[in-house]
């Protein structure tokens, strides 16, 4: 490896940690921005994994604020360049806005526009500046609320990092050069998202349906949720919890769903709470 590449992985890893020091989940990303680790399921054919095997190569389901674990990662990634940030996780539930200026199009100038028009502004928070012109606006989300991954659906040149998705931290290095943050900006907190953008976020409610009960879907929910992370617990029983309700068994898993997060590490307050606002967000009445 060259000694530009170690030095990048060293800088990328030192960011990582201080990332992590802050309470952001990181993982290794590679000059691509994609995952630096390949996943040890590429050739399986069975059930998806997000990392209940043990092993590295899930993606964002790997990131972790653990710096044994984050050395762990890069350790088994040395061509690693930069890191991710997992958005959705406690303890900011940390939403991701991407604004992009290639193309011909004018991300902060539609951002602006969508303010005026929906009643909002943005706040202060922490702005990273991407190689190619482009702003990542760190806000965060309320913990009970799940904000999908989203591309150009706000506007052009807008796409929202979500849960499930991760930003490009500051200080990594990629093809296309570094990422860095706007000056003056490094040390905020991420702002609080304005509720009138969070709704401009969320996906309109599902229209209901009824689906004949599949109890092995059922069993296999409640072990999604029993085998989560920390990090991970409350953004799998908000899936887990859609899903269900989605398929007719929400009634019937709400209190298997809210024992199996209890068993994670939820309180029985925090598990009805997140399964609640799944049953909102798909249309029904938990």
Known sequence: MAT????????????????????LAVLPLSRTKLPALRSPHHDDSGPACHGECGRFGHGV?????????????FAAAPWATGYGIACGLPPYHLIG???????????????????????????DTV????????????LTGPPDVVVPNSASRLAPGIDIRGAGG?????????????????????????????????RLLLPP??????ALADPGHGHGLVHFVLTAHEGQRNTRLFWAACRAYENGLGPALAAPL???ARRTGLTEQEARATIASAARMTGHRA
């Open 166 to 198: 991760y930003l490009v931290g500051p200080g990594s290095r990629t093809a296309h050069g570094a990422y860095g943050t706007l000056p003056g900006t490094a040390h905020l907190p991420p702002a609080a998202c304005p509720p009138a953008l969070l």
């Open 61 to 73: 389901y790997d990131a972790s604020t653990d710096p044994a674990r984050v050395r762990e990662m």
């Open 97 to 123: 806005v991407d604004l992009d200026t290639k193309s011909g199009t004018d991300a902060p100038a539609a951002l602006r526009e969508l303010g005026l028009r929906h009643l909002f502004t943005v706040p």
């Open 127 to 138: 702005v990273v500046l991407t190689p190619s012109g482009g702003r990542h606006l760190w």
């Open 4 to 23: 530009t590449d170690r030095q990048a992985t060293t800088l990328a890893l030192a960011h990582a940690l201080s990332a992590a020091e802050r309470g």
């Open 258 to 260: 809210t024992e199996a």
């Open 205 to 210: 409610p599902r229209t209901p349906h009824r």
